[in-house]
């Protein structure tokens, strides 16, 4: 989708840092693949931003975390609080340091927070597994809407930094808004 594409740009200036949750198995359904051992989120995101603290002054720093597991400390208690503070005051400034979380759980308390987080944190964008998300994104938007598997590569790489993105499932967006939109392209045939 040229609009998608196009959006791509946006990354431009930005330093990616991926934090992939290993705490389960990701090769199997959610429910058969518990999570084993603690998830400290908390920790390694504060790792992150004290590292690049100095770099967050020339360079964006867009954090994407996969996660199938709730944030606990290294003992394994439950810090879904401590989470939540992190996102809303450690990220300094917000608008240099964007984070999509890429929810791998179908755990409907996690994922509750998790949505109503993405609707008040700035700058954060919650994404579900492609399937989820994409019923989610054709039942607000209409099932003429393009969301390919590419799309979902975009939206997540792009939630936390361009609202637009993050909006897909929360409420009707326009394509046309960028100019962008097939009524405005031009096709030429019979070359």
Same mark, same amino acid.
């Given at each position: ?5 196009? %959006?791509? =740009? *946006? ?14 198995? &990701?090769?199997?359904?959610?429910? %058969? ?18 590292? @690049? ?5 020339? /360079? ?15 003992? *394994? %208690?439950? =810090? ?10 450690? =990220?300094?400034?917000?608008? /240099?340091?964007?984070?999509? $979380? $890429? ?16 609707? &008040? ?9 492609? =399937?989820?998300? @994409? ?17 979902? &590569?975009?939206?997540?790489?792009? *939630?936390? $930094? ?16 960028? *100019?962008?939109?097939?009524? /405005?392209?031009? $096709?030429?045939?019979?070359?």
């Amino acid at each position: 989708n040229t609009t998608f594409a196009s %959006k791509l =740009r *946006g990354l431009d200036g930005y330093e990616i840092v991926f934090i992939c949750d290993d705490s389960g198995d &990701v090769s199997g359904p959610y429910k %058969k693949a518990p999570t084993r051992c603690p998830t400290p989120i908390v920790k390694i995101l504060r790792k992150i931003l004290k590292d @690049k603290r100095n770099q967050i002054r020339e /360079r964006k720093l867009l954090i994407l975390l996969a996660t199938d597991g709730e944030p606990t400390d290294d003992m *394994g %208690k439950p =810090r879904i609080d401590e989470l939540r503070q992190c996102l809303l005051r450690e =990220r300094i400034p917000t608008e /240099r340091i964007p984070v999509t $979380i $890429i929810a791998c759980t179908d755990d409907k308390n996690s994922m509750s927070y998790l949505n109503d987080w993405d609707k &008040v944190i700035p700058n954060l964008d919650v994404v579900d597994d492609y =399937r989820s998300e @994409k019923e989610e994104i054709l039942a607000c938007q209409g099932k003429s809407f393009p969301f390919s598997y590419g799309d979902y &590569v975009v939206k997540i790489l792009m *939630g936390g $930094i361009d609202s637009w993105f993050d909006e897909w499932d929360e409420k009707k967006v326009s394509i046309d808004e960028y *100019g962008l939109s097939e009524s /405005r392209i031009t $096709i030429y045939n019979g070359f």
